[in-house]
């Protein structure tokens, strides 16, 4: 049964700070891994998808890399902002299944 | 382009009330529909999904159901709530058979009472 980790739970970081938030996943069958951000009382916001055949993908300030073979992936945000504020989920797209398991996630507040 | 609804946008009812929350989804066709769960201080826990009119997969036994009565629609039901439903019910769509991103719906928070 696939099992996603989120470390870790909670941050909090002055503005203007790097930060990595990881991501694990227990079955390395899977179709995509996905990174989304869900502000309080909100849905979630995709950010960032890769394929299972993918390394790598960035959009702006956020990079977010996959080791398959390994279960890990890992959140880059680059120069936090207060804006940035939120929390952090990922998600498994379960290969021959159509279903998304997902994380706990990590709260991430960043300091004025 | 692509978007997704849900109504109500908040929701409190008395327990042993029925309860019907929609989802409807514009800008695509044969979507996966997913229904989520999100309690307080917890993740996301997936209730129903479906890949086709018709066809419902559950996957957590519950005094809920679900219905896909349209292609585009998405129905999360209930004939008598329990204090246990109070939560953040969100709504998701992806395309394909695998490999697609997931979008979600801005979100119905329920409070039983």
């Known amino acids: 049964k696939q099992e996603v980790t989120q470390i870790p739970a909670a941050l909090s970081v002055p503005e203007g700070e790097n930060l990595v938030l990881n991501c694990s996943f227990t079955d390395s069958a899977i179709y995509n891994l996905q990174w989304f951000r869900q502000d309080p009382g909100k849905g979630l916001t995709s950010l960032l998808l890769?394929?299972?055949?993918?390394r790598e993908q960035t959009s702006g300030r956020l990079n977010a890399s996959l080791d398959k073979s390994s279960g890990r992936s890992t959140l880059y945000i680059a120069a936090s902002q207060p804006g940035d504020s939120a929390t952090y989920l990922c998600?498994?797209?379960?290969?021959?299944?159509?279903?998304?398991?997902f994380g706990t996630g990590t709260r991430l507040k960043v300091l004025a | 382009s692509q978007t997704i609804h849900q109504w109500p946008a908040t929701l409190v009812q008395p327990v042993g009330s029925p309860l019907s929350l929609e989802c409807t989804v514009e800008g695509t066709s044969n979507p996966n529909l997913y229904w989520y769960r999100q309690a307080a201080g917890r993740g996301l826990q997936l209730l129903f999904y479906s890949v086709g009119i018709g066809q419902i997969s559950s996957e957590v036994p519950q005094n809920l159901s679900a219905s896909r009565p349209q292609d585009r629609q998405f129905i999360l039901s209930s004939k008598k709530l329990l204090l246990s439903d109070s939560g953040f019910y969100l709504c998701?769509?992806?395309?394909?058979?695998?490999?697609?991103?997931?979008?979600f719906g801005p979100g119905t928070r329920l409070t039983v009472l």
């Open positions: 998600a498994v797209d379960d290969a021959g299944t159509y279903k998304y398991i």
């Open positions: 890769i394929q299972s055949s993918q």
């Open positions: 998701a769509w992806s395309s394909g058979t695998g490999g697609n991103e997931q979008f």
